[in-house]
């Protein structure tokens, strides 16, 4: 179809049907006479959102422009019309003008140490550099910088911080100066607890949050972007280190078994957590609805859609189908909270207001 299309049917996250006028790419406040009727009854929800998605990122490091292409069709055939990268080596901002392609907020490049974190993802320095490269990339990416907060360190054979919290610190705070906000992988208990004391806005993964960051987290606003489908594997990550570091891999499954209880926790504490898959190395693109279901079976389905469409759209400060909007939106056949399956068969998808 093309032109104005008119659409009813129930607007999530409400329950009353409405009907919605979409033309040059945006809801229109009044009915349009000449417009297309897409659907006339169903559930609309705004476009998805993948929260932890790395654009322009492979397992060994950046990727050609054309697999990037691949990586964000598959995320938008899943219904993610809105993508918050979390670190990529490859310079996306082409996404950004692609109105084929979903909505793209950048990160720049993951900051880690040298020989800390996997090879030829992130800009690499020592703490003394921190500062400056946060800095750096606060200001070449879209409002958010991204940190690695722990990794393997093989001199003690487990899980350990790479920064000092001081150090931290003053990159968060370097970091809000620019205005932007900064996130981090943290698997374990010390770099989560350590970087929650020091302002951050959000974390990545969260396996190893205690019960008292918990609650700072939910009294300072500090979101959470779990990756479920990621902490699922974490026995696929912990498996080669069975031998030669058997502590890093004793923590990994640890952390693994008690995952949903950890994560369950922050729900009911009133963490606000939104849906991210990780894709980009070993996770494949596409996977958000996946991603919705496992959030389901530790938040129930309305709060795992919410985190994956109206609410995750209003934390990064996206449209949510008010007059004015951009239309990105999905049509079902019935109420995701009542039935997850039905994100698996949309009636119809629409992004700038064009119908996929």
């Given amino acids: 179809m093309s032109g104005a299309l008119h659409i009813r049917g129930h607007l999530l996250p409400g329950d009353e049907v409405v009907d919605l006028w979409i033309a040059d790419g945006v809801l229109h406040p009044e009915p349009i006479p000449s417009a297309d009727s897409l659907a006339t009854e169903g559930w609309v929800i705004p476009g998805l959102v993948d929260a932890h998605c790395h654009i322009g990122l492979g397992p060994e490091g950046a990727v050609s422009a054309e697999t990037a292409r691949a990586q964000a069709q598959a995320d938008l055939a899943a219904g993610t019309m809105l993508i918050r990268d979390a670190g990529s080596p490859s ?45 750096h990339e606060a200001r070449s990416g879209d409002g958010w910088v991204k940190l690695v907060g722990d990794w393997i360190d093989r001199s003690v054979g487990d899980l350990a911080p790479l920064w000092p919290a001081d150090v931290a610190a003053s990159a968060i705070a370097v970091a809000h100066e620019e205005g932007a906000r900064v996130t981090a ?29 918990i609650a700072q987290m939910a009294e300072r606003g500090t979101a959470l972007v779990p990756t479920m489908i990621n902490l699922a594997r974490f026995p696929q990550y912990a498996a080669p280190a069975r031998e030669k570091f058997p502590a890093y891999f004793a923590h990994m499954t640890d952390l693994y078994e008690r995952r949903r209880e950890t994560i369950g926790k922050a729900v009911e504490a009133g963490v606000a957590v939104y849906a991210g898959t990780d894709a980009g190395t070993v996770v494949p693109h596409g996977c958000v609805r996946e991603e919705i279901e496992e959030l389901a079976a530790v938040g129930g389905a309305e709060f795992a859609v919410g985190a994956a469409s109206w609410r995750a759209r209003a934390w990064l400060g996206a449209d949510i189908l008010t007059p004015g909007a951009s239309a990105d939106l999905i049509v079902l056949d019935a109420d995701p909270r009542a039935d997850l399956s039905t994100l698996y068969r949309p009636v119809a998808r629409v992004l700038r207001g064009r119908v996929l």
């Fill in 185 to 213: 992988h943290c698997f374990g208990e010390q770099s989560v607890a350590e970087l929650v004391a020091a302002g951050i806005d959000c974390i990545e993964h969260g396996t190893g949050m205690s019960d008292d960051v």
């Fill in 91 to 135: 310079d996306t901002r082409w996404v950004q003008a692609d109105d084929a392609l979903p909505r793209l907020l950048r990160a720049g490049r993951h900051v880690a140490r040298p020989k800390r974190y996997l090879r030829n993802l992130g800009a690499e320095v020592e703490p003394e550099d921190l500062v400056a490269q946060v800095r």
